[in-house]
C-alpha cells in the first residue's frame, strides 16, 4: 500500500528537487510560536502621529506605574499579606503580558518587566520602611 505524498513533497519538474512549502515572512525566532509580521507602523502611519504614538503611551504608562505605586503604599499599609500575595500577582501579570504583547521573546525584555513589576509593588515598602 503506497502513502500518499503531500503537494509539497512532490519534486518540481524543472529541478527534481521537492519543492519547499511557501511561508510567511516570519519575525524572531525561528520557531513553532512565531508571528507572522504584520504591515509595518511606518506603512500605517506618519512620523509626526508615531511620535504622538510613543509620547501618548508613555504618559498613559508613568499616569498607571504612579497610580500603582500608590496603591501599594496604601496596600502595604493597610495589610502586609494581602499586599504580598497581591504583588506576586501583579509581577506575574506584567511579565506575561509583556511576553504576550510582544513579537520577540528575549530575556533583557522579561527581565526589564521583572524589574518594573518589582519597583511597583516592592518599592512602596521598601519606601515606607525607610521613612
Known amino acids: 500500500m503506497q502513502r500518499a505524498?503531500?503537494?509539497?513533497?512532490?519534486?518540481?519538474?524543472?529541478s527534481g528537487r521537492p519543492?519547499?512549502?511557501?511561508?510567511?515572512?516570519?519575525?524572531?525566532e525561528s520557531s513553532d510560536t512565531a508571528v507572522?509580521?504584520?504591515?509595518?507602523?511606518?506603512?500605517?502611519?506618519?512620523?509626526?502621529?508615531?511620535?504622538?504614538?510613543?509620547?501618548?503611551q508613555a504618559i498613559a504608562g508613568l499616569i498607571l506605574g504612579a497610580a500603582g505605586f500608590w496603591g501599594f503604599v496604601?496596600?502595604?499599609?493597610?495589610?502586609?499579606y494581602f499586599a504580598l500575595v497581591l504583588s506576586a500577582v501583579v509581577i506575574?501579570?506584567?511579565v506575561t503580558l509583556v511576553h504576550l504583547v510582544r513579537r520577540r521573546h528575549d530575556l533583557p525584555t522579561t527581565l526589564l518587566?521583572?524589574?518594573?513589576?518589582?519597583?511597583?509593588?516592592?518599592?512602596?515598602?521598601?519606601f515606607l520602611a525607610t521613612s
Open 113 to 126: 518587566a521583572l524589574g518594573v513589576g518589582l519597583f511597583l509593588t516592592l518599592g512602596p515598602l521598601i
Open 5 to 14: 505524498s503531500s503537494p509539497a513533497a512532490e519534486p518540481a519538474p524543472e
Open 74 to 80: 496604601q496596600l502595604w499599609r493597610w495589610n502586609v
Open 19 to 28: 519543492k519547499k512549502p511557501r511561508r510567511a515572512r516570519i519575525t524572531g
Open 92 to 94: 506575574f501579570g506584567i
Open 36 to 56: 507572522v509580521d504584520e504591515a509595518p507602523l511606518a506603512s500605517r502611519y506618519s512620523p509626526a502621529m508615531q511620535w504622538l504614538i510613543i509620547v501618548g
